[in-house]
């Protein structure tokens, strides 16, 4: 088993905020709370570490320093910290420990839980929650042991309430003592006594009605669709159903989307009408009677396309966010999304 | 609710082995099968093959392009009435006193590639699986059951809607007659799934609503052997789920579309059924139209299974789901309606990775019925059945492409937790 422990200046013996821009180094052995783990039971070949400041202020730099060393060591687990408190040193474990899950490594954090690096770590790590100084560290060393110790193993870790580690925003599939009909009977019977439970929360994510575009006359709109719209023949291969990708298409001299240039690929509707008339998924048409009506500014010089339909939830907010980026750099203040 | 169907009797004949033999019958808790006398009894001229072969858990088998799952049952009062519609005589009325003859442990799963066939594209239909073994077995519930698998081939040129009900039809058929081996003997265990006497009328009066859904073909829901596509919210007899009269004809989405076995084996009211005149009565039963195709269709039947819910005199409902995404919308909304009349709602759901995909403020008492986006570690069986064209050997495999791997009718353990 190789094992690569992450620590910030201070930890791993360099100094407090005097030596906070300390570059990147990688260490033999364990260093500081490395030798905590050791006891415990876990032993630490490797240990790599970061200057709080300077990780946040060459964050892609260390970044891709730390990881080369992760690469060459091909270790079986990576733990970082614990970080307890610490906003800068919690936000490197999280987005070290985010990136080394990426490369489907396992990696055992411990920090507080409003600490940056548990958004930061994006659902990648098992993180520990601790308290905010290092009087949590003899409560912490066992649980970040026992769980890099079985990661490492390959073997299954239980469920964040039994395991005690934060919830990674994951839901994983378990075995109830009774079917599904009989707890919700239960629930019911609950519910109607006046003690509601559930076993679903409420999504956080809600988006919220964003405020009116103030000037749309001055304004840039793009044009978006998940109507499965392409150019006919669909060039791109976008998928007709559970789309991995999603495309982007010019408009620059397009007055209007024909039906012998476009097309519709969606499995999910009868798309008869919306091939006869292409502006029915991404309108066109309209936006470009708009624009020379004068109430648009202008539109982007490009449409956004994918095909909504058993896309699953993550990538769709995926896609989203991808896409919200592209507009955003593009200086568009307006967007026409047309579902389906 | 003054029961009207309280004669209907499930009578369970448990079945520890299958054995093949020259003719099919029964011998105590052994059922001997002649898989060709079964699939010369399955031929259609829809089909261009039916072959049939038993296999049991703990074989190293993979079943793919599974269509539908159904309970070996017939009608021991009168057998020209099992599974109305596919293969029996369709009535309202269920008889005087309706017996049916069921086998336990055993299933009948039927197998065709459409893609392979011609009939659809390619991911137009996802893989569909049953693993007897491996790390996939207990991800379908038919990985538990010995299942007698029905593989149909479609005869050259045959139009899908026909080749589809040949294959119902075909399945049905089988299921009664591996049934049909019980007729004149005494079952195990006899049961009155919907027998609801009179109840103390302070208990909150409780309805269920099943979604289905019904879009066209190899998309559809059949009731008596009928296509759903026009159904709108209509009280149903619950004898009606045990009785075969619902069955499945959706090969979409396998781990959250129902099986004609779930309806047979209707949890939902057997859940409320083991707790009617003790802390509740049981109101009736909704049938609901799900993956409805506008805004206005799905405010209006979520409206409708409300105002029905309220006929009824419920206080409380337990709504089930069909399918995910679109559908998840007609769930919520009409958790909803039922809600804004005043009616304390459940929902059966599934979670994708993402979390919903949709959720509204008044869906507060959420049953999940597991994650349909988690990944199952890839197998490799000896053998597979089914075609191995979207058997996914050697794949990591989402739920949702395991038979009932997360079905939102209540029938099985699954559930998703925090991790």
Not at chain 1, 67 to 73: G, R, T, V
Not at chain 1, 164 to 184: M, Q
Not at chain 2, 15 to 29: H, P, S
Not at chain 2, 305 to 334: E, I, K, Q, R, Y
Request: include cysteine; charged fraction near 20%.
């Amino acid at each position: 088993m190789r094992v690569v422990h992450y620590l910030n200046q201070f930890f791993a013996g360099f100094g407090a905020e005097e030596a906070a821009g300390h570059e990147p180094v990688r260490l033999e052995g364990p260093q500081g709370p490395g030798r905590a783990f050791a006891a415990a039971g876990l032993h630490v070949d490797v240990t790599i570490a970061c200057g709080d400041d300077r990780f946040a202020l060459d964050e892609a730099a260390s970044l891709a320093t730390l990881l080369a060393w992760i690469d060459e060591d091909a270790p079986d687990v990576v733990i970082a910290g614990p970080s307890f408190g610490s906003g800068r040193y919690g936000y490197a474990c999280g987005v070290l420990a985010r990136e080394v899950a990426r490369r489907r490594i396992p990696v055992v954090l411990a920090m507080t839980p409003d600490s940056p690096g548990v958004l930061a770590a994006e659902g990648g790590a098992y993180i520990v929650p601790t308290g905010a100084n290092v009087a949590a560290m003899r409560h912490t060393v066992p649980v970040m042991t026992g769980l890099a110790l079985r990661l490492a193993a390959g073997e299954t870790v239980g469920t964040a309430g039994d395991e005690g580690y934060l919830p990674r925003g994951l839901r994983v599939n378990v075995r109830a003592d009774d079917d599904a009909a009989t707890r919700a009977v239960g629930a019911l019977v609950a519910k109607l006594g006046g003690r509601v439970t559930t076993e679903i929360a409420p999504p956080a994510d809600r988006v919220s009605p964003p405020p009116p575009v103030p000037d749309l006359a001055h304004a840039t709109v793009a044009l978006v669709t998940e109507a499965g719209c392409v150019p006919q023949g669909n060039p791109d291969r976008l998928p007709t159903r559970h789309a991995n990708v999603w495309l982007r298409y010019p408009l620059d001299g397009v007055a209007s989307l024909s039906a012998d240039g476009y097309e519709t690929v969606h499995a999910g509707f009868d798309t008869t009408d919306a091939n006869l008339d292409p502006n029915r998924l991404v309108p066109l048409d309209a936006a470009r009677a708009l624009v020379d009506a004068g109430r648009i500014g202008t539109l982007h010089e490009e449409f956004f396309t994918t095909s909504g339909v058993d896309t699953p939830v993550a990538v769709a907010a995926r896609f989203g966010q991808e896409i919200a980026a592209e507009i955003r750099n593009a200086g568009v203040d307006a967007v026409i999304l047309t579902g389906t | 609710m003054s029961s009207t169907h309280a004669d209907l009797a499930i009578a369970t004949f448990a079945i520890d082995e299958i054995v093949e033999g020259t003719q099919t019958g029964r011998d105590g808790t052994t059922l001997i099968v002649s898989p060709p006398q079964l699939a010369v009894g399955a031929g259609e001229p829809a089909l261009a093959e039916a072959t049939v072969e038993v296999v049991r858990p703990g074989d190293r088998v993979r079943i793919s392009n599974v269509c539908d799952a159904v309970v070996p049952d017939v009608r021991a009062d009168d057998p020209s009435r099992t599974f109305p519609g596919p293969v029996g005589t369709a009535d309202d009325h269920l008889g005087a006193e309706p017996v049916i003859h069921r086998l336990g442990g055993v299933c009948v799963l039927t197998s065709c590639d459409w893609e392979g066939a011609g009939y659809v594209g390619p991911d137009e239909l996802p893989a569909s699986i049953v693993d007897m073994a491996g790390p996939g077995r207990d991800r379908s519930p038919f990985g538990d059951t010995t299942n007698v698998v029905l593989r149909c081939v479609p005869a050259p040129g045959v139009p899908v809607g026909e080749a589809d009900a040949a294959m119902r039809r075909a399945g049905a058929t089988l299921a009664r007659d591996l049934a049909s081996a019980t007729l004149g003997h005494t079952p195990d265990d006899r049961t009155l799934p919907v027998a609801f006497p009179d109840a103390d009328p302070s208990l909150p009066a409780v309805c269920a609503i099943v979604q289905v859904a019904s879009e066209g073909p190899l998309v559809d829901t059949f009731l008596d052997g009928a296509h759903l596509r026009d159904l709108r919210p209509r009280a149903i007899d619950p004898a009606w789920l045990y009785a075969g009269r619902i069955t499945n004809g959706a090969y979409d989405w396998p781990g959250v579309r129902n099986v004609t076995a779930a309806y047979q084996e209707a949890a939902v009211i057997g859940a409320l059924a083991a707790v009617h005149g003790t802390s509740l009565r049981f109101a009736g039963l909704i049938l609901a139209p799900g993956y409805l195709d506008t805004a206005s269709a799905k405010r209006a039947s979520a409206e409708a299974s409300a105002a029905l819910a309220a006929a009824m005199g419920a206080s409380g409902a337990v709504c089930t789901t069909f399918s995910s995404g679109n559908s998840h919308t007609d769930t919520m909304l009409t958790v909803r309606a039922l809600e804004r009349r005043g009616v304390a709602t459940v929902a059966m759901v599934c979670e994708t990775n993402g979390g919903l995909t949709d959720h509204v403020d008044e869906a507060d008492c959420l049953i999940s019925t597991g994650n349909e986006d988690e990944l199952v570690d890839p197998w490799i069986p000896d053998r597979v059945i089914g075609g191995e064209a979207g058997a996914r050997i050697g794949l990591a495999t989402p739920t949702v492409n395991y038979l009932s791997g997360c079905t939102q009718l209540g029938n099985d353990v699954w559930t998703a937790v925090p991790a």
